[in-house]
């Protein structure tokens, strides 16, 4: 049986900045704490916190003083640099440049909003990590779009600069835009399209990797959207594609009389991960 690992899945840039910055500071520090998850992955989240990484929520964050903080790839408000600087505490950010650099967008078009009654929409998951970092660089002003359809909950006779987490669908993103500029009672719509291409572009990827093969394993963490989005592509592709979170998943009758099996996974999944699921298979 021929097993092959698709070598453009695993880790995207962020995330592995993100674990490359922990891993750094565990090597000299006993415990370092991150704010969130450090990736939506349960096998790779236990390794890290065998080498120390404790996980906390922002509750558990603003009661900490004079310690070491990740901020993981997702990003974070203003608050929390501002707690961070009153009680001593040292962070090691890790936010990925493409976020960052989306946030300081975001302030940018906040402070040219205000100035013109204008209001910043962000496309984004209510909740998310990344959204909430983008919100507080508006002072939790800017207006949170998850549907294209949700655009009747703007006020569509003032000015508005739009954005979009950096994880969300093209396609959605092009329809929420297309409803606005539809609908717009102002000539004021300004739009950026700030979806990471690192992420998207492995949709198309892996329509065409899933077609190659009789059967389909994809590896991801089971509270990973992102992974859900990804493994839904491929089911599409090759209806017998099947996802696990670990070797111990995978089931001997689905291998029955294959013969070519393709291995990929989300941006939070681990390469060690895929290459553990892989050698199980090869014993079926």
């Known amino acids: 049986m021929i097993v092959e690992i698709d070598q453009k899945s695993g880790f995207c840039f962020g995330v592995r900045n993100a674990i490359e910055k922990a891993e750094d500071t565990l090597n000299t520090e006993d415990t370092l704490y991150s704010l969130g998850h450090i990736v939506h992955n349960e096998l790779e989240v236990k390794r890290l916190q ?34 961070a600087r009153k009680n001593n505490i040292t962070l090691i950010d890790a936010t990925c440049p493409v976020v960052l650099k989306l946030q300081q967008r975001v302030k940018k078009a906040d402070e040219t909003m205000r100035n013109e009654n204008g209001q910043v929409v962000i496309f984004g998951h209510l909740g998310h990590a990344e959204v909430t970092g983008l919100v507080g660089q508006t002072n939790d002003q800017a207006v949170i779009i998850d549907n294209p359809e949700d655009y009747r909950n703007l006020d569509l006779s003032r000015p508005m600069v739009v954005f979009s987490q950096t994880t969300k669908s093209v396609d959605d ?41 009789e059967l389909v394993i994809f590896v991801g963490g089971r509270y990973s959207s992102n992974a859900q989005v990804l493994f839904d592509v491929c089911k599409k592709q090759n209806n017998r594609s099947y996802f696990v979170s670990s070797p111990d998943d995978l089931q001997a009758d689905w291998f029955s009389k294959v013969n070519t099996v393709g291995v990929c996974g989300a941006t939070s999944t681990p390469q060690w991960l895929m290459e553990k699921v892989a050698e199980k298979i090869k014993q079926f």
């Open 50 to 83: 065998e080498m120390g990484l404790k996980t906390i929520n922002h509750d558990e964050f603003f009661q900490l003083k004079g310690c070491k903080v990740l901020i993981r790839a997702h990003g974070e408000p203003p608050s929390t640099y501002e707690y």
């Open 173 to 213: 993103f092009r329809q929420l835009t297309e409803n606005i500029k539809g609908q717009a009672q102002t000539n004021r719509v300004e739009v950026h399209d700030t979806i990471c291409r690192q992420v998207s572009n492995r949709v198309p990827h892996l329509r065409i990797f899933a077609v190659r093969y």
